[in-house]
């Protein structure tokens, strides 16, 4: 859009410009890229972090196919000095001779437990949405009820993640109790937050889709529906993939909704129904845990969660690349 | 275009059932997006009725009570609401230059390829789940923080207004959960912005260069003045979006709800008390916790409503123009 | 591996010396059983659930850990959630047992057959974070002072005063305490109220309204990890978390003059000295004996005795379990053992649970 204004500046910078004012335009050109740096550097800092802290624990194979440890309070405290000079500890490990000083660090719990959580959202998150979108772009366009649908997605973008979580937490945990926290319960509440953000990239991706392709469906007597499964939904369903595994993403990482709603295990459970734990969950409670494992197991945690979400974020970014190249 | 051909080949012999199935089609679609309406009205009935203990037995003690303290039964929200607004607005105050600063990089100044190198930066900073950032503040940023602050602190301890601002800091509290809450509204800032600046006619740029404009007295007279509206909106959707942050802010705040002029202070926010507190608490307590909700709620959709109307009216206008 | 943990055949015992686990692979059972018990865990089929008190979450974690894997499935779970929300849940009978460190209050809603079942005690430490001073020794009073942040900087004359012929830095001093209700700040205050009568104002119980100026965290793990990353921060949180988080600890003033730190024999000492009521609830905090520590916390499970057939057996056989081989198991988390008189009153009491 803007190639010439570019190059205009600089065919503009003569002489007759004041050196002050040229200072000053570069003084704040500077400061634009120094803008840039000043989100980029802490985000440098933060992956290198993430990745140098957890990336130990989560190459091994273990880490994908075992229970979260129980007794990561027992391996933490093996042969700690502090309590082996207090008179506490195991007499033997205190003496440098064996003892338990290792765990098993397994997070196949919450890897199971997120990917459930999130496949659970989308199918109910993504029908929901591309048809709502649908009806907002194919049916309703600017009609009051679609209108009024349209505000309120983006009102709803808005709805803290915490709030869907109070949310689930009072229509769901609160009436069945500590077994109603579950996958499920924890779906619910994501696919609340993943709704809005799909209608609305559903919505912009059908507004993409030309009109005369519509036109010439209906020049054959196709009828709308048809039209739209057969001709709209196609032409723009790199867009709406794309906008959808964005929103995954964004579920995959939440934590306020998912600690309500899920409750707590250390072995893997498949099922939607039953407590559960998923990777964000467990950041926090191994973070609360302290101590040396339960740290690694927090920051390997991170470093899983980050690469989901990146495949995730990547994965749309190249399916949008294709669909703007076709 | 072969998909319409062979559509047309099916509508020739189903005739009529089609219309039956496009009404059907029709409602489907129709019900999926009043989903949306109906989510929002069930969070508002949902959570008000659990909220109601707390409303109706505390009542302005609730909204306008000084002191929580569950332990004592004392839920007055204010010290959380306080404690919300300020580190929003401390997030909002950090990262709007930041964020207009790279929008007005990409969309002024850098290439074509700088920018979309830029832009992926900025996607990959709001991809970061907030528990990370929460994670990486706790572990690494607080034992950096805390002599920075003292330091600062330090500093300015002679001088009377100043000193009770910048007061002592033991690393957690509103600086630290500001700082990090504002490199996650970062991104969306930016991306708003972004948009906004777009929007500035390509031939109001072009006028102010050829009258001799440096590229900044462009933006400052042409870019700027025509963006204020959209602005403003970015602004809002960033302090709505700061206001319901939670764990990133639950692990950096320091869990002490009262109301103090110190910003290098501990305190709480709204989300991080329900976060911390809702699947263990009960009775009023509980009460009060859904009624923080039912207040997070009302406050982000009214700050969303604004920037979004303020959005889109800036938008028709300039449009328009 | 699960089913390798669930034949439970290799068990060592370290406690009793054992180097025969060099080299194993980790988490194999540690507890010593005999057949007896075993067969009955074996028989198990219903789970029960417990929560509430986190101050000994590491010893039930670990002991659940160990009872599962004999078991051969996931039978018992505790959730710490804090103690009063765990009696909470108990009076809810959303939890088959409680975990809790204080005793409950006249108004709580609990089942009126309400067993206690004393579990293991614990100190409870007083960390800092101070690189320049290696041992510091404070009195009760100096204790309430700090907590109620009337003394600002380390080189407070008071502190002075506990500590002659150390040189005491002037960094302020940042409190430290727990920001959800817990036992762990029940008993510490409790302690104070007793043994600083004159100087503690704040009272006792399971939250106290701190100075704004003070911090908070949540369980004991935040509160070491605060004072972790805060130099001139103190506070109060159990021993396994302190040691984990590699905090220093202090010396504390017992009622006899002596400055004690937590050690394994002062607790037990502390335990030794104190009077046990008929319902196996007792105060080892401020005892008299003179080596005991004084912040000295005990920890109990509370359990309905009415319950439903399946759950009374699978909370007898975990009771006999816990109270028996798991005891010693309790050194090596941080906790002391019972002593054996109370021991045997407390596995006296489990068949009073029944459906």
Same mark, same amino acid.
Request: aromatic share 6%; glycine share 10%; with cysteine.
């Given at each position: 859009?803007?190639?010439?204004?570019?190059?205009?500046?600089?065919?503009?910078?003569?002489?007759?410009?004041?050196?002050?004012?040229?200072?000053?335009?570069?003084?704040?050109?500077?400061?634009?890229?120094?803008?840039?740096?000043?989100?980029?550097?802490?985000?440098?800092?933060?992956?290198? !972090?993430?990745?140098?802290?957890?990336?130990?624990?989560?190459?091994?194979?273990?880490?994908?196919?075992?229970?979260?440890?129980?007794?990561?309070?027992?391996?933490?405290?093996?042969?700690?000095?502090?309590?082996?000079?207090?008179?506490?500890?195991?007499?033997?490990?205190c003496a440098g001779q064996g003892g338990i000083t290792t765990t098993v660090k397994g997070m196949q719990p919450a890897i199971v437990g997120t990917l459930l959580t999130v496949v659970g959202a989308s199918m109910l998150a993504v029908p929901l949405g591309v048809m709502g979108a649908v009806y907002l772009n194919e049916y309703g366009k600017s009609g009051r009820i679609a209108r009024t649908v349209r505000f309120m997605t983006e009102?709803?973008?808005?709805?803290?993640?915490?709030?869907?979580?109070?949310?689930?937490?009072?229509?769901?945990?609160?009436?069945?109790?500590?077994?109603?926290?579950?996958?499920?319960?924890?779906?619910?509440?994501?696919?609340?937050?993943?709704?809005?953000?799909?209608?609305?990239? !559903?919505?912009?991706?059908?507004?993409?889709?030309?009109?005369?392709?519509?036109?010439?469906?209906?020049?054959?007597?196709?009828?709308?529906?048809?039209?739209?499964?057969?001709?709209?939904?196609?032409?723009?369903?790199?867009?709406?993939?794309?906008?959808?595994?964005?929103?995954?993403?964004?579920?995959?990482?939440?934590?306020?909704?998912?600690?309500?709603?899920?409750?707590?295990?250390?072995?893997?459970?498949?099922?939607?129904?039953?407590?559960?734990?998923?990777?964000?969950?467990?950041?926090?409670?191994?973070?609360?845990?302290?101590?040396?494992?339960?740290?690694?197991?927090?920051?390997?945690?991170?470093?899983?969660?980050?690469?989901?979400?990146?495949?995730? !974020?990547?994965?749309?970014?190249?399916?949008?690349?294709?669909?703007?190249?076709? | 275009?072969?998909?319409?051909?062979?559509?047309?080949?099916?509508?020739?012999?189903?005739?009529?059932?089609?219309?039956?199935?496009?009404?059907i089609f029709r409602l489907g679609a129709l019900a999926s997006g009043l989903v949306v309406l109906i989510i929002l009205g069930l969070i508002v009935v949902s959570t008000s009725i659990d909220a109601w203990p707390a409303f109706s037995e505390l009542g302005t003690d609730y909204f306008f009570g000084t002191t929580w303290s569950p332990s004592e039964g004392l839920f007055g929200i204010l010290p959380l609401v306080f404690g919300t607004?300020?580190?929003?607005?401390?997030?909002?105050?950090?990262?709007?230059?930041?964020?207009?600063?790279?929008?007005?990089?990409?969309?002024?100044?850098?290439?074509?390829?700088?920018?979309?190198?830029?832009?992926?930066?900025?996607?990959?900073?709001?991809?970061?789940?907030?528990?990370?950032?929460?994670?990486?503040?706790?572990?690494?940023?607080?034992?950096?923080?805390?002599?920075?602050?003292?330091?600062?602190?330090?500093?300015?301890?002679?001088?009377?207004?100043?000193?009770?601002?910048?007061?002592?800091?033991?690393?957690?509290?509103?600086?630290?959960?500001?700082?990090?809450?504002?490199?996650?509204?970062?991104?969306?800032?930016?991306?708003?912005?972004?948009?906004?600046?777009?929007?500035?006619?390509?031939?109001?740029?072009?006028?102010?260069?050829?009258?001799?404009?440096?590229?900044?007295?462009?933006?400052?007279?042409?870019?700027?003045?025509?963006?204020?509206?959209?602005?403003?909106?970015?602004?809002?959707?960033?302090?709505?979006?700061?206001?319901?942050?939670?764990?990133?802010?639950?692990?950096?705040?320091?869990?002490?709800?009262?109301?103090?002029?110190?910003?290098?202070?501990?305190?709480?926010?709204?989300?991080?008390?329900?976060?911390?507190?809702?699947?263990?608490?009960?009775?009023?307590?509980?009460?009060?916790?859904?009624?923080?909700?039912?207040?997070?709620?009302?406050?982000?959709?009214?700050?969303?409503?604004?920037?979004?109307?303020?959005?889109?009216?800036?938008?028709?206008?300039?449009?328009?123009? | 591996?699960?089913?390798?943990?669930?034949?439970?055949?290799?068990?060592?015992?370290?406690?009793?010396?054992?180097?025969?686990?060099?080299?194993?692979?980790?988490?194999?059972?540690?507890?010593?059983?005999?057949?007896?018990?075993?067969?009955?865990?074996?028989?198990?089929?219903?789970?029960?659930?417990?929560?509430?008190?986190?101050?000994?979450?590491?010893y039930y974690q670990a002991v659940n850990v160990d009872f599962n894997a004999i078991v051969g499935s996931e039978v018992v779970t505790y959730a710490k959630s804090g103690s009063s929300d765990g009696r909470a849940q108990l009076g809810a009978r959303t939890l088959d047992f409680a975990g809790s460190d204080s005793l409950p209050k006249d108004d709580e809603k609990l089942p009126a057959d309400l067993l206690f079942f004393p579990t293991?005690?614990?100190?409870?430490?007083?960390?800092?974070?101070?690189?320049?001073?290696?041992?510091?020794?404070?009195?009760?009073?100096?204790?309430?002072?700090?907590?109620?942040?009337?003394?600002?900087?380390?080189?407070?004359?008071?502190?002075?005063?506990?500590?002659?012929?150390?040189?005491?830095?002037?960094?302020?001093?940042?409190?430290?305490?727990?920001?959800?209700?817990?036992?762990?700040?029940?008993?510490?205050?409790?302690?104070?109220?007793?043994?600083?009568?004159?100087?503690?104002?704040?009272?006792?119980?399971?939250?106290?309204?701190?100075?704004?100026?003070?911090?908070?965290?949540?369980?004991?793990?935040?509160?070491?990890?605060?004072?972790?990353?805060?130099?001139?921060?103190?506070?109060?949180?159990?021993?396994?978390?302190?040691?984990?988080?590699?905090?220093?600890?202090?010396?504390?003033?017992?009622?006899?003059?002596?400055?004690?730190?937590?050690?394994?024999?002062?607790?037990?000492?502390?335990?030794?000295?104190?009077?046990?009521?008929?319902?196996?609830?007792?105060?080892?905090?401020?005892?008299?004996?003179?080596?005991?520590?004084?912040?000295?916390?005990?920890?109990?499970?509370?359990?309905?005795?009415?319950?439903?057939?399946?759950?009374?057996?699978?909370?007898?056989?975990?009771?006999?379990?816990?109270?028996?081989?798991?005891?010693?198991?309790?050194?090596?988390?941080?906790?002391?053992?019972?002593?054996?008189?109370?021991?045997?009153?407390?596995?006296?009491?489990?068949?009073?649970?029944?459906?």
């Amino acid at each position: 859009m803007s190639e010439t204004s570019k190059v205009a500046p600089h065919s503009l910078e003569g002489a007759e410009i004041a050196t002050r004012r040229r200072i000053k335009n570069s003084m704040a050109t500077l400061a634009m890229a120094c803008a840039f740096l000043m989100a980029a550097t802490p985000l440098l800092l933060m992956s290198l !972090t993430v990745v140098v802290k957890g990336i130990g624990v989560v190459v091994s194979a273990d880490w994908w196919s075992q229970p979260i440890p129980g007794d990561v309070g027992r391996v933490d405290l093996a042969g700690n000095t502090t309590m082996c000079d207090l008179g506490f500890g195991d007499p033997a490990t205190c003496a440098g001779q064996g003892g338990i000083t290792t765990t098993v660090k397994g997070m196949q719990p919450a890897i199971v437990g997120t990917l459930l959580t999130v496949v659970g959202a989308s199918m109910l998150a993504v029908p929901l949405g591309v048809m709502g979108a649908v009806y907002l772009n194919e049916y309703g366009k600017s009609g009051r009820i679609a209108r009024t649908v349209r505000f309120m997605t983006e009102v709803m973008v808005g709805v803290p993640s915490v709030v869907m979580g109070v949310f689930i937490y009072s229509i769901w945990v609160v009436k069945f109790g500590t077994a109603g926290k579950s996958a499920f319960a924890a779906s619910l509440a994501l696919a609340c937050l993943m709704l809005p953000i799909i209608v609305r990239s !559903t919505e912009e991706m059908l507004r993409l889709v030309p009109d005369s392709l519509r036109e010439a469906s209906a020049a054959l007597g196709t009828r709308t529906w048809l039209t739209t499964i057969k001709v709209v939904v196609p032409a723009a369903i790199a867009g709406i993939v794309s906008g959808c595994l964005l929103a995954v993403a964004r579920a995959a990482g939440e934590t306020a909704p998912v600690v309500f709603t899920i409750g707590f295990v250390t072995t893997t459970n498949w099922s939607f129904s039953g407590q559960n734990t998923t990777l964000s969950a467990q950041i926090y409670s191994q973070l609360q845990n302290g101590g040396n494992v339960a740290t690694q197991l927090a920051w390997g945690s991170a470093v899983t969660l980050v690469l989901i979400v990146l495949v995730l !974020t990547l994965s749309a970014r190249f399916v949008t690349r294709r669909f703007a190249l076709g | 275009m072969t998909d319409i051909a062979s559509t047309s080949d099916s509508l020739l012999s189903a005739g009529g059932s089609h219309a039956r199935a496009d009404r059907i089609f029709r409602l489907g679609a129709l019900a999926s997006g009043l989903v949306v309406l109906i989510i929002l009205g069930l969070i508002v009935v949902s959570t008000s009725i659990d909220a109601w203990p707390a409303f109706s037995e505390l009542g302005t003690d609730y909204f306008f009570g000084t002191t929580w303290s569950p332990s004592e039964g004392l839920f007055g929200i204010l010290p959380l609401v306080f404690g919300t607004i300020v580190v929003s607005a401390i997030a909002t105050v950090l990262a709007v230059p930041v964020s207009v600063g790279i929008a007005l990089f990409v969309t002024e100044v850098s290439t074509k390829r700088v920018g979309s190198a830029v832009n992926l930066t900025v996607d990959l900073l709001a991809a970061v789940p907030s528990v990370v950032f929460g994670l990486w503040g706790f572990y690494q940023l607080v034992p950096v923080f805390q002599p920075v602050l003292n330091s600062i602190a330090g500093l300015v301890s002679g001088i009377p207004v100043l000193r009770s601002i910048f007061g002592q800091s033991s690393g957690v509290g509103f600086m630290t959960a500001g700082t990090v809450l504002a490199l996650m509204i970062t991104p969306i800032v930016t991306s708003v912005s972004r948009e906004v600046f777009m929007t500035v006619p390509h031939n109001d740029r072009l006028g102010a260069l050829a009258l001799g404009a440096t590229r900044w007295e462009m933006i400052t007279g042409v870019v700027l003045p025509h963006s204020s509206a959209g602005l403003t909106g970015a602004v809002l959707l960033g302090l709505g979006r700061a206001m319901g942050e939670t764990v990133a802010v639950a692990l950096l705040i320091g869990a002490s709800p009262h109301i103090s002029a110190n910003l290098f202070g501990r305190g709480e926010a709204m989300p991080s008390q329900i976060f911390r507190s809702l699947s263990e608490a009960s009775g009023t307590f509980r009460a009060s916790l859904f009624g923080l909700g039912v207040c997070l709620f009302f406050i982000t959709v009214l700050i969303n409503m604004v920037a979004r109307r303020v959005v889109a009216v800036a938008d028709r206008r300039l449009k328009g123009a | 591996m699960r089913a390798s943990l669930g034949a439970a055949a290799v068990i060592i015992s370290l406690v009793l010396g054992s180097t025969g686990c060099v080299g194993e692979p980790a988490s194999k059972v540690v507890i010593k059983v005999d057949d007896e018990l075993r067969q009955q865990m074996v028989a198990i089929t219903t789970s029960i659930s417990g929560g509430g008190a986190s101050f000994p979450d590491a010893y039930y974690q670990a002991v659940n850990v160990d009872f599962n894997a004999i078991v051969g499935s996931e039978v018992v779970t505790y959730a710490k959630s804090g103690s009063s929300d765990g009696r909470a849940q108990l009076g809810a009978r959303t939890l088959d047992f409680a975990g809790s460190d204080s005793l409950p209050k006249d108004d709580e809603k609990l089942p009126a057959d309400l067993l206690f079942f004393p579990t293991v005690a614990a100190p409870i430490t007083i960390s800092y974070n101070l690189p320049e001073v290696p041992e510091l020794k404070l009195g009760p009073e100096t204790l309430a002072l700090i907590f109620q942040a009337e003394l600002t900087t380390w080189d407070a004359p008071e502190i002075r005063a506990d500590n002659p012929g150390v040189k005491l830095p002037d960094r302020p001093i940042f409190v430290v305490h727990r920001s959800d209700g817990s036992g762990t700040t029940k008993n510490f205050t409790t302690y104070l109220s007793s043994a600083a009568p004159a100087t503690w104002r704040l009272g006792a119980g399971d939250e106290v309204s701190w100075p704004r100026s003070t911090q908070g965290a949540e369980k004991n793990s935040g509160v070491a990890e605060v004072i972790k990353t805060t130099t001139g921060a103190i506070g109060y949180a159990d021993l396994g978390d302190a040691a984990k988080a590699e905090l220093q600890i202090a010396r504390v003033r017992n009622s006899s003059g002596n400055y004690m730190l937590p050690s394994a024999d002062a607790v037990a000492e502390a335990l030794t000295g104190s009077a046990i009521s008929p319902n196996l609830t007792f105060d080892p905090l401020n005892a008299r004996t003179p080596g005991a520590y004084p912040i000295t916390a005990p920890t109990w499970i509370l359990v309905s005795a009415s319950q439903p057939a399946s759950a009374a057996e699978s909370l007898r056989v975990y009771l006999r379990f816990l109270l028996g081989p798991a005891q010693d198991q309790a050194l090596a988390l941080g906790y002391v053992p019972l002593p054996s008189d109370l021991a045997e009153k407390a596995n006296a009491q489990i068949d009073r649970i029944s459906s």
